[in-house]
């Protein structure tokens, strides 16, 4: 029987390179995302819509949809990426990246908990820009508050989910040439998700909860 990997944010960029990749390993593959693109549905991959992720309604369809299939790989890939300095904040683009960055992740992997399986993984895609020793030039204020949110987040689901041999990885995918930061940066999306898989490969309860830069470099908090 083959494993069975859900993937949030599946339509476009690292999600999307996900999807290709665990298809080509032979992985029962569900993508999940607020609208399919003709990419994701190119795939033959199992395509849920309409999971809009901060909201309890797109997650609850995500449940429902996946009532009964049991899950040996959660990869919490969706977010969001805004700018603000200081002089100019705008609160409601902080509450919406925390909403879909920080708390989306942790919401999805309580609702599909019971569906995990004896030693599963669950993968948090955050940012080396939620580390606070790696904090040199300052801005960014919501991405980084919300992925500083996610990492400890990532930290307490490493320590609840350990009981049921349940690994949780946090993971950096580098600079990635993706829409969301306009396309440039030093690796492809598709790299980034066969680096990030090595990291998801070696991930193991000894190393639960431990904060790493999908190069394999571990990353200060």
């Known amino acids: 029987m083959s494993s069975t990997v859900v993937i949030t944010g599946a339509s476009r960029g690292i999600g999307l390179s996900f999807c290709k990749l665990y298809k080509a390993r032979g992985y029962e593959v569900y993508g999940a995302c607020r609208q399919a693109s003709e990419a994701l549905n190119s795939l033959g991959v199992n395509v849920i819509e309409g999971v809009e992720v901060t909201s309890q309604a797109g997650i609850e369809h995500l449940r429902s949809a996946l009532e009964g299939i049991r899950i040996d790989l959660l990869i919490n890939n969706a977010g969001i990426l805004r700018d603000e300095v200081l002089g100019r904040i705008n609160q409601n683009q902080i509450r919406q990246q925390f909403e879909t960055n920080a708390l989306a992740p942790l919401l999805i992997t309580e609702a599909?908990?019971?569906?995990?399986?004896?030693?599963?993984?669950?993968?948090?895609?955050?940012?080396?820009?939620?580390?606070?020793?790696?904090?040199?030039?300052?801005?960014?204020?919501?991405?980084?508050?919300?992925?500083?949110?996610?990492?400890?987040?990532?930290?307490?689901?490493?320590?609840?989910?350990?009981?049921?041999?349940?690994?949780?990885?946090?993971?950096?995918?580098?600079?990635?040439?993706?829409?969301?930061?306009?396309?440039?940066?030093?690796?492809?999306?598709?790299?980034?998700?066969?680096?990030?898989?090595?990291?998801?490969?070696?991930?193991?309860?000894?190393?639960?909860?431990?904060?790493?830069?999908?190069?394999?470099?571990?990353?200060?908090?």
């Open 112 to 221: 599909l908990m019971d569906n995990l399986t004896d030693n599963a993984k669950v993968a948090l895609i955050t940012s080396r820009m939620g580390s606070v020793a790696d904090n040199t030039s300052g801005g960014r204020y919501g991405y980084r508050m919300s992925k500083a949110a996610l990492n400890i987040a990532g930290m307490s689901l490493s320590h609840d989910l350990k009981p049921r041999g349940v690994a949780v990885a946090i993971l950096h995918p580098g600079l990635v040439g993706t829409e969301m930061i306009g396309g440039f940066g030093d690796i492809t999306p598709d790299q980034a998700a066969e680096r990030l898989s090595q990291r998801i490969d070696g991930l193991t309860l000894q190393n639960s909860g431990t904060f790493w830069h999908s190069n394999g470099d571990q990353l200060p908090w």
